[in-house]
Structure formats: C-alpha cells, structure tokens
C-alpha cells in the first residue's frame, strides 16, 4: 500500500504550519503595539508557538543535512 502522504508533501505541509504561526505572530505583535488588543498572555503564546516551531524546524533540518552527509560519505 502506498503512504496517504509522501515525504515531500509532509515537509511542505509543515513547513507552511510554521509559516503560518509566524505569521499569525507577527500579526499579533502589530495588534498588540498599536493598542488594538491588550491580551498580553495571547501574544506571549503565540511567541511562544512560534519560537518553538521555528527550533524544531531547525533541528531537523539539522538532522536531515547530517544523515544527508552520512549517505554521501557511504560506498556503494
């Protein structure tokens, strides 16, 4: 049976998540300083999301690029 999703459609769905929370933070932070909303809890979450999405994404960019090392340095 073939996967519902493949590799290169997961990585593009995520990555689009995390754009999405950027954006929906940076939205927030100009809610926020030009006084249209004064939820300070909000605003910190969203940073918070978006902080954590965007390490994550990192990371496993970080470990993708070195297992695509260890797969080059093989020989076949």
């Given amino acids: ?3 519902a999703n493949s ?3 997961t990585l593009s769905e995520s990555l689009g998540k995390v754009n999405d929370l950027q954006s929906e933070k ?3 932070i100009t809610s926020f300083a030009v006084g249209e909303t004064q939820n300070v809890h ?3 979450i969203a940073m918070q999301k ?3 999405a965007m390490k994550l994404t ?3 960019r ?3 690029l070195e297992a695509y090392k260890e797969i080059s340095k093989m020989q076949f």
Avoid: H, Q, R, T
Wanted: aromatic fraction near 4%; hydrophobic fraction near 60%; glycine fraction near 4%.
């Fill in 58 to 60: 990192s990371a496993v």
């Fill in 26 to 28: 940076n939205a927030m």
């Fill in 62 to 64: 970080g470990k993708v």
């Fill in 1 to 3: 049976a073939a996967p």
């Fill in 42 to 44: 909000e605003l910190m």
């Fill in 50 to 52: 978006a902080s954590m």
């Fill in 7 to 9: 590799f290169a459609s």
